[in-house]
């Protein structure tokens, strides 16, 4: 097998990459990662510079690929190492540039081990990892890391000596619920009539929801949803890195796996949320809006997504990174993974003991939480 470092994936057909990756993950489709190269959401401007891996077989076939990125910040990433970076600072030595296998600024588990399903996965694996390490040793970076990777990437890179960091995000599973009601008639009465309460406050303040997947937009919704998107970050201080282009490339790319919620009050969009769907999941990225109404953001970020995969047959839905007040409304804690090489042995051996004592605090933080499910326990109604 021959591996190959690529700068620019759109060097890389379309169809040759998803016959590999699949589309059934949209953030691994070629579309996706081909414009945000295209349009300048990663690169030299947000710091994040593609050196993607490639694996061939003696034919010349693409059997394997690792999104990868050189990075010379922490931004975007969702798992947080400021820590390790102040610390290399402190003891003179650079933290940056590190190496990163993600999906930039996007907190989703998925596959980072890219493999034809006809290829000799352990084999691809190996290359597609060795080569990574290789990379990191030679390029000068301080680390390599995988972050959200799913199970069987995460088992497969602690094989190579990878430290396991442990997190937890909440997530939704359908239960196999016939209605939105179905779903209600699981949680305990107060959850169910908090719920309720919510929704109704949303209705009785004369917002309708309208939902549309990508190419069914015109370039007006995008404008306004655009506008959505970048008025949050704004409000909080940071940078909105997706460009307009950015969405309309994927609204006309893959446009199917997009679904837009708009919240309408007297004919006009007051706020919007941006999310993804894959084959059996669904994915919560942004939202935005212009004024504050009461439990509007759980209406447009969860309510309505939870509708969408009860009625699409969805069997997960991933609403983003963190927040503690999703469990009450459905979604429970659920473990997520990164791993981690360090290549100074000094570090590597301190972060190790961390990432133990951060595991047993995530085990309990984790287990804890569990115990505030608003589903209804032993036939409990309460």
């Not at 081990?113 to 990892?129: E, G, K, S």
């Not at 439990?295 to 309505?304: A, R, V």
């Not at 009860?310 to 009450?328: N, W, Y």
Request: aromatic share 12%; proline share 3%; charged share 25%.
């Amino acid at each position: 097998m021959q591996t190959h470092i690529v700068r620019d994936i759109t060097s890389i057909p379309a169809t040759e990459w998803n016959r590999v990756a699949g589309t059934d993950h949209p953030f691994t489709r070629h579309e996706f990662l081909a414009a945000l190269e295209r349009h300048h959401c990663v690169g030299e401007q947000h710091g994040w510079l593609p050196v993607h891996i490639t694996v061939r077989d003696d034919s010349g076939r693409l059997c394997g690929m690792a999104p990868l990125y050189e990075k010379n910040n922490s931004y975007g990433e969702f798992v947080f190492d400021w820590a390790w970076a102040d610390a290399w600072q402190r003891n003179g030595i650079n933290y940056y540039p590190k190496l990163v296998s993600s999906i930039p600024f996007t907190p989703v588990t998925g596959h980072r081990l890219l493999v034809d399903p006809q290829a000799d996965r352990p084999a691809v694996t190996r290359q597609l990892i060795e080569t990574a390490l290789s990379l990191t040793r030679e390029s000068g970076a301080s680390t390599l890391h995988w972050l959200f990777t799913n199970e069987q990437d995460t088992d497969r890179l602690l094989d190579f000596g990878l430290l396991r960091r442990t997190s937890c995000h909440f997530h939704w599973h359908n239960d196999g619920y016939a209605s939105f009601e179905g779903f209600l008639a699981a949680l305990s009465s107060r959850k169910r009539k908090k719920i309720r309460r919510e929704r109704r406050r949303v209705y009785e303040a004369g917002i309708e929801m309208r939902c549309l997947h990508g190419h069914e937009m015109t370039d007006e919704d995008w404008q306004i949803m655009f506008e959505f998107y970048r008025s949050t970050f704004e409000r909080k201080w940071g940078v909105p890195t997706l460009t307009l282009d950015f969405f309309r490339e994927i609204s006309r790319t893959m446009g199917e796996q997009l679904l837009l919620v708009f919240a309408m009050q007297s004919g006009e969009a007051v706020a919007g949320a941006i999310m993804l769907r894959g084959a059996d999941a669904l994915y919560g990225r942004h939202w935005g809006c212009r004024e504050d109404w009461h439990s509007l953001h759980f209406e447009t970020c969860y309510y309505q997504g939870i509708d969408y995969c009860i009625r699409h047959g969805l069997q997960l839905f991933e609403p983003g990174a963190q927040g503690e007040h999703k469990i009450s409304r459905g979604f429970l804690p659920t473990y997520t993974w990164s791993a981690h090489w360090i290549n100074d042995l000094r570090f590597r051996d301190a972060i190790a003991r961390f990432l133990v004592e951060e595991h047993e605090m995530m085990v309990a933080y984790h287990d804890e939480l569990q115990l505030t499910s608003p589903f209804r326990q032993d036939g409990n109604n309460e």
